[in-house]
């Protein structure tokens, strides 16, 4: 028998396209609106085979996803289900639309970068983000997966972020919103603008009016490679630099320095790897993922902080939230 996380490893790749496919037609909010059921009447419900359904619900109970009943009846465990709940700020169902469709794609190239390198692969005019906008269909789906990755987190982010002396929060690459939103719902002083691309702003329009933000949730539309950022006094990064090299984000972070008002400061918001680099797991996989979209990295707290002191922000702090992505502040004295 392979040792329980070999075994993990190499059954994962079986695991999360079940996942995807079954929160696809909908199981687990089926599951999570009627209660425990059994695989027939589950698939009676959602007009699904139910023997094919049967075999995916026992490799997810089998991976703890799911638990099943001796009578045969299948439910979502309580520390599972908001992840897998539609209707809960922490659903990941974007997010894993996103690695299956997205990622999976990318993941063949992994040979080419590992005997020739990235940048010879794809070339130095590389533009990682070119497919994901490629067009509407493929632009909500990477915002609808940045959402369900960032907007749960960002609650907690938001309040560790000192927004409530803040007047204008500006969310660098904010894309839909969700970390403006979760500092607006935070700070009721507050007033927030996203800057980012001129094709996110329909869907930026779209969050305004979903969450009653007229008045307060602004979107400026613009390249931070070749523009100068909105002027705040808070300004975010909310898992951007771990897209870029280090070169990048030093420029971008001058670009924040010259943004940000006297005594105001510049959150960073990202996965951080352990000192040790030994983890955790999530920063790890996704920093392997970075390699993959993006031509950025994971790093250390410590790593941050040196980005930032090379852009001006001498003073810095480290605050670490309750999941796996926190909050690294630089100060404009």
């Known amino acids: 028998m392979l040792p329980s996380n070999l075994e993990t490893a190499v059954f994962g790749a079986i695991a999360t396209p079940v996942l995807h496919l079954a929160d696809r037609h909908h199981v687990f909010a089926h599951l999570t609106a009627t209660g425990p059921a059994r695989a027939e009447d589950i698939a009676q419900a959602l007009r699904l085979d139910a023997d094919t359904l049967e075999r995916m619900l026992l490799l997810l109970t089998a991976h703890q996803i799911l638990h099943r009943t001796p009578t045969g009846h299948y439910a979502v465990p309580p520390d599972i289900q908001p992840f897998l709940d539609p209707g809960d700020p922490h659903y990941i169902g974007g997010f894993l639309t996103h690695l299956v469709q997205e990622t999976a794609t990318?993941?063949?190239?992994?040979?080419?970068?590992?005997?020739?390198?990235?940048?010879?692969?794809?070339?130095?005019?590389?533009?990682?983000?070119?497919?994901?906008?490629?067009?509407?269909?493929?632009?909500?789906?990477?915002l609808s997966a940045m959402w369900d990755l960032s907007y749960a987190p960002s609650q907690e982010l938001a309040a560790l972020g000192d927004l409530t002396t803040s007047t204008h929060l500006i969310d660098v690459g904010g894309a839909t919103g969700p970390f403006a939103v979760a500092a607006l719902r935070h700070a009721p002083a507050l007033e927030a603008t996203v800057f980012d691309l001129p094709q996110v702003e329909p869907y930026l329009e779209e969050t305004r009016t979903a969450h009653n933000l007229a008045g307060r949730l602004h979107f400026t539309p613009g390249d931070f490679f070749t523009d100068e950022l909105p002027e705040g006094d808070c300004i975010a990064f909310g898992y951007i630099l771990s897209d870029w090299p280090d070169p990048t984000c030093t420029q971008l972070l001058r670009k924040a320095h010259r943004a940000c008002r006297p005594h105001g400061h510049v959150l960073v918001m990202d996965r951080l790897f352990d000192d040790t680099r030994q983890g955790p797991l999530a920063t790890s996989a996704m920093n392997l993922t970075m390699h993959l979209e993006t031509q950025g990295r994971h790093r250390t707290a410590h790593e941050f902080t040196a980005l930032l002191n090379d852009a001006g922000f001498t003073r810095c702090e480290v605050r670490k939230s309750s999941g796996d992505k926190h909050l690294v502040v630089g100060y404009h004295d």
């Open 106 to 142: 990318r993941t063949p190239a992994l040979n080419a970068y590992l005997q020739h390198g990235k940048t010879a692969v794809d070339g130095p005019d590389a533009r990682p983000f070119a497919s994901l906008y490629r067009d509407e269909q493929s632009t909500r789906r990477f």
